[in-house]
């Protein structure tokens, strides 16, 4: 249990660098661009996610996997949580203020994108390095 808790947390911490990503274009795109809220969320989802790939591909789960194994799973995950993410944001936003709805949805992908990436992505490298 402590090699899973450790691992969200490194997750969760190379997850923070794909959300600043993540944060700054929808910030961009919104503010300056006058893009809509959901429109620029599903931007700033896909520019964080190729950040997250490559530090959970080397730094979380330190795969050895080939890039042709495990993207295409990584980007199955990406793209399952970018539509929680834009469903999420598409409820939220009615209701409360986008940037609110984004950490809203922020949240809940997190747990989803981890658990998904843990288990399937890089499942060997999670279960050899010990981190059951």
Not at 51 to 70: D, E
């Amino acid at each position: 249990m402590k090699g899973l808790i450790a691992q969200f947390l490194l997750y969760s911490a190379v997850g923070a660098v794909g959300t600043a990503v993540h944060f700054s274009v929808l910030i961009f795109l919104v503010q300056l661009l006058a893009i809509d809220p959901v429109s620029a969320s599903m931007a700033g989802f896909a520019s964080g996610a190729m950040v997250n790939y490559g530090l959970n591909y080397r730094f979380t789960f330190k795969s050895a996997n080939p890039h042709y194994a495990s993207l295409p799973k990584f980007l199955a995950v990406a793209l399952a949580g970018l539509c929680l993410n834009t469903m999420i944001m598409a409820l939220a936003t009615g209701r409360l203020y986008y940037l609110v709805s984004q950490c809203l949805a922020t949240i809940l992908v997190l747990a989803w994108n981890f658990l998904c990436n843990r288990y399937w992505t890089f499942r060997g490298e999670s279960l050899l390095r010990g981190a059951r």
